[in-house]
């Protein structure tokens, strides 16, 4: 496992691609995106959140009406023709997802409603059997609230503690210092791969492969990051990895858990009901094989269905062109914001991804988002569920433009007019 | 530009920018943190009671211009009035920024705080108007500790 890490040294850099050798005609995949063509206030909408929630496609779209048009059934259970229609559609897409992160096998893929189910599944099943009194849970300063809430529950209950790993005034973790953070009592790393807050990308291979050396599993935060980077879960080496189908053009309520399939065979289930049993008895239940068993119920089989269409259309734009166009959309617009009197961009390492956090001298982010908002633009004001960060900067909040790959120059010039404008309201 | 201008008034801006009544007070014998978890807002309001009359108010924290300043004018509207008074001002500047008609005729005239009205015209940001209003009524009812908007 540690050697299969040390293979790949260096981290990708995969959105580093100049804007002139942008692969993809960005006017036709705004065209596939309906929402778009919209005013706001009677202005253009120019949607720049797009890291607390993507918009989608209408392939997504016609992929949910189409399967309640067509195909809605029961999986895994009915003999008759929709079943079987809708249980092949949703294994498929289980197919498509394993596909997208490398996995070795389909059975790896957990269908969840979004990495924080993910992550709360793993800290109840994995994290419960084996966590006990005075262990330690590892994660950094920059995590989500959902990769440090699900934590501290647990620590709660079995008595362990979180050891939190620093980050630098540009927001890139402090390697050194999480490596010395590893200590015996360390059962799990927890971390984010993308900074929701900032935009650093976090080296993941690197963090495996410290945490490998000392037995140490590791859970990736994938939600910022699949939607810009190509994951390769074999590569990064990382035993679970979560993320959301909403931020990569995918519906609400459906994430992916990927576990390594022995650390998956190995953990108790998560909840209890249908599907997730092989037979059941008032006496003995024998649970169903993974990924099943971490899948009670019914399950949200047109959000993976879905889901599956958002990472075939991601695959056909392919996630090296996304990611340069995004990396171009990035660079000019830090360019530009930074040199607006009496900005601060927050988050500013070396290798980022999809994400603008700033802030305005006088001005709150709050009466930012409202002016820009007036503007047709679309931002997120707040701590982006991201407290720790926020008082790791001595900041209530940021403003934060993030990007998508139907997002345009033209449209971070919108921005910066807006920004502009704020200043001309607080002059 | 116009609808922003019947948010931003000249004077919600002035007062942004220049808080009035912006300090803790020693001699307060109320103290509530109104805390607005979505954006992050937190102020903590101080209140000097003598008897059933607000003698002093201050304030102190962070937030938006709109939570600023009507953190900052109210400090000014209420001081000197007894507590019925400040909760009935309350109610009426309520109505106003939620653009609800007034339910009682015989309220108190809003005055100044009608700068306010605009806000009704951006619901999300109501919250941010009233946060100082919501601290106030928890320390006028004698509570010590933090009151969040959500």
């Keep these: 496992m540690t050697t299969a890490a040390r293979k790949f040294p260096t981290e990708p850099r995969d959105a580093a691609a100049p804007a002139a ?21 009677g202005k253009p909408l120019v949607y720049l959140d797009n890291a ?12 949910l009406t189409r399967y309640y048009e067509r195909s809605n059934a029961n999986i895994h259970r009915g003999v008759h023709y929709l079943s079987e229609r809708a249980t092949e559609d949703y294994e498929a897409a289980r197919g498509i997802a394993a596909g997208f992160l490398g996995a070795a096998q389909s059975s790896e893929i957990v269908f969840v409603r979004g990495a924080t189910e993910a992550i709360n599944l793993v800290a109840q099943t994995f994290g419960r059997t084996r966590v006990g009194a005075g262990d330690e849970i590892l994660l950094t300063t920059m ?15 079995k008595g362990a503690r979180l050891r939190v790993a620093p980050i630098s005034d540009s927001g890139e973790l402090l390697l050194d210092e999480f490596e010395k953070l590893l200590g015996p009592k360390t ?16 080296p993941i291979r690197q963090i495996v492969a410290m945490a490998h050396d000392r037995g140490v599993p590791v859970l990736v935060d994938g939600a910022q990051a699949v ?44 909840q209890g009901g249908g599907d997730m049993i092989s037979s059941v008895s008032f006496e ?28 075939a259309y991601v695959n056909s734009l392919g996630l090296e062109n996304i990611g340069a166009h995004e990396h171009a959309l990035l660079e000019y617009a830090t360019a530009a914001v930074s040199a607006i009197p009496g900005i601060r961009l927050i988050g500013t390492a070396r290798e980022k991804a999809g994400v603008l956090s700033f802030v305005m001298e006088g001005v709150h982010p709050h009466d930012i988002g409202t002016i820009l908002d007036q503007e047709g633009i679309a931002i997120r004001t707040g701590h982006h569920c991201s407290e720790p960060v926020m008082q790791r900067f001595g900041i209530p909040a940021t403003a934060r433009a993030s990007f998508a790959v139907y997002n345009t120059f033209e449209e971070v010039d919108a921005l910066v007019r807006g920004i502009e404008k704020v200043r001309e309201v607080f002059a | 530009m116009a609808e922003l201008r019947d948010l931003y008034q000249e004077l919600i801006l002035e007062h942004s920018k ?3 009544n912006y300090r803790a007070l020693p001699a307060a014998n109320r103290k509530v943190e109104g805390y607005n978890p979505l954006c992050g807002d937190r102020f903590t309001i101080y209140v000097e009671m003598e008897g059933d009359t607000i003698r002093n108010i201050g304030f102190e924290g962070a937030g938006c211009a709109i939570s600023k300043a009507s953190a900052s004018m109210m400090t000014q509207s209420v001081k000197g009035k007894s507590r019925a008074e400040a909760e009935q001002l309350f109610e009426r500047f309520h109505s106003l920024v939620t653009g609800q008609p007034v339910a009682d005729g015989n309220a108190p005239p809003l005055g100044k705080l009608e700068v306010f009205s605009g806000v009704s015209e951006f619901p999300l940001r109501v919250k941010c108007a009233t946060l100082a209003w919501h601290a106030l009524h928890a320390a006028l009812e004698g509570k010590q500790a933090s009151i969040s908007t959500e």
């Design chain 1, 21 to 41: 050798t942008c692969a993809i005609d960005i006017q036709k995949v705004r065209a596939d995106f309906p929402i778009l063509r919209q005013e706001v206030h």
């Design chain 1, 187 to 202: 059962r799990l790393v927890a971390v984010t791969h993308v900074s929701n807050a900032l935009g650093s990308i976090n």
């Design chain 1, 227 to 270: 939607p810009h980077l190509r994951v390769n879960v074999r590569e990064l080496g990382c035993d679970f990895y979560a993320f959301s189908g909403h931020k990569v053009y995918g519906p609400t309520g459906i994430g992916v858990l990927y576990g390594k399939a022995e650390l998956l065979e190995a953990m108790p289930p998560y």
């Design chain 1, 284 to 311: 003995k239940t024998t649970y169903n094989r993974v990924p099943f068993k971490f899948e009670a119920g019914t399950p949200h089989v047109a959000g993976a269905i879905g889901l599956g269409v958002a990472l």
């Design chain 2, 18 to 20: 220049a808080p009035r």
């Design chain 1, 143 to 157: 995590e989500h609230h959902s990769n440090i809430v699900p934590w501290q529950m647990l620590c709660q209950e």
């Design chain 1, 52 to 63: 607390a929630t993507s918009q989608k496609p209408r392939v997504v779209i016609e992929a």
